[in-house]
């Protein structure tokens, strides 16, 4: 008699799998189609995630951001649902647009207080992009010819210089 293999569950679709069909990633099992999926939007949250750990670094000018950086960052996305590329643009808002200074040894407390406003920034300049992009220069150079006319054409006639007075006088 068989021993009934024990079925496990992928962390993101809850399906039951056999123990040999999943793959372990960061503790959590994946079924194949799952962990393609998981690997994709973790490489897209990687690239995120580098711009902001390097442009932290070269604000404060060090060289890995401080342990209350990492978990104001963490508290950020677990609380307020910050995306990486957010913060990022937050800080750049902040630093950059409004040429705010940086204090040595301070945290990253701005980010909740300007995280709105800097999304409100960004998003009417990625708008009008946007437009730009879709903007098509319908102008046209036409060209046109006018006469010159050297030439006064007379279509009336002249005045008579000459008045006979005398047949003005016997009509009176």
Request: include cysteine; charged fraction near 30%; glycine fraction near 2%.
């Amino acid at each position: 008699m068989e021993k009934k293999q024990k079925q496990l569950k992928c962390y993101m679709c809850k399906e039951l799998f056999n123990k040999e069909e999943l793959t372990i990633k960061n503790s959590k099992k994946y079924c194949s189609k799952c962990l393609i999926v998981k690997e994709e939007e973790s490489d897209k949250y990687k690239n995120d995630w580098d711009l902001l750990f390097q442009y932290i670094c070269k604000l404060y000018n060090i060289k890995v951001p401080t342990g209350m950086m990492f978990q104001q960052l963490k508290n950020y996305r677990n609380e307020y649902e910050y995306t990486n590329i957010g913060m990022y643009y937050t800080l750049l808002y902040y630093y950059d647009v409004l040429e705010n200074k940086v204090i040595d040894e301070t945290g990253l407390g701005i980010i909740p207080y300007y995280y709105d406003k800097a999304k409100n920034h960004y998003n009417k300049i990625f708008n009008l992009e946007d437009k730009v992009d879709e903007y098509t220069n319908n102008e046209q150079i036409i060209k046109i010819k006018t006469k010159i006319m050297n030439k006064q054409i007379n279509t009336k006639k002249p005045l008579p210089l000459r008045i006979n007075w005398e047949v003005d006088n016997e009509n009176n």
